[in-house]
């Protein structure tokens, strides 16, 4: 039996005939899904919201300050805060870090230069006993 290529042609065809009915299946369904989650949202903003108690939305100086983007972790932090504020007087930034690396999980580490930079925006506002009054 000789080899025929348009066997192989005709194998080819049947391969992007299927492989473009899935893609049209795909489609149809990622529209679908984008639909669903446009309605989830609309619902979410329209009744979710309006239920949530005031405490839901705790006030912070961060949000009474209207300052832009998330809160800093040291600021969101307290035990955090107070963990690295025990520390600051006797230890470098750097160490700091890294005794934050061996006591919190991954989400709540933070930098030497967020630190550095925390404490340099805060500095007047703790000491290492406790916040300042002001």
Same mark, same amino acid.
């Given at each position: 039996?000789?080899?025929? @290529?348009?066997?192989?042609?005709?194998?080819?065809?049947?391969?992007?005939?299927? &492989?473009?009915?899935?893609?049209? %299946?795909?489609?149809?369904?990622?529209?679908?899904?984008?639909?669903?989650?446009?309605?989830?949202?609309?619902?979410?903003? +329209?009744?979710?919201?309006?239920?949530? @108690?005031?405490?839901?939305?705790?006030? +912070?100086?961060?949000?009474?300050?209207?300052?832009?983007?998330?809160?800093?972790?040291?600021?969101?932090?307290?035990?955090?805060?107070? *963990?690295?504020?025990?520390?600051?007087?006797?230890? +470098? *930034?750097?160490?700091?870090?890294?005794?934050?690396?061996?006591?919190? @999980?991954?989400?709540?580490?933070?930098?030497? &230069? +967020?630190?550095? *930079? #925390? #404490?340099?925006?805060?500095?007047?506002?703790?000491?290492? &006993?406790? @916040?300042? %009054?002001?």
């Amino acid at each position: 039996m000789a080899f025929d @290529p348009r066997d192989l042609l005709r194998t080819v065809m049947a391969e992007l005939r299927t &492989s473009h009915d899935l893609r049209a %299946k795909a489609d149809a369904a990622l529209i679908r899904a984008a639909k669903a989650l446009g309605s989830a949202l609309d619902h979410l903003d +329209t009744y979710v919201a309006d239920e949530l @108690p005031p405490e839901a939305y705790p006030v +912070t100086e961060h949000r009474r300050a209207h300052r832009p983007g998330r809160m800093p972790k040291l600021d969101a932090d307290p035990e955090l805060r107070a *963990f690295v504020l025990a520390r600051i007087d006797r230890m +470098t *930034f750097q160490e700091i870090a890294e005794a934050v690396a061996v006591e919190y @999980p991954v989400q709540r580490r933070v930098s030497r &230069s +967020t630190i550095h *930079f #925390w #404490w340099r925006r805060n500095e007047g506002r703790y000491t290492p &006993s406790g @916040p300042e %009054k002001q």
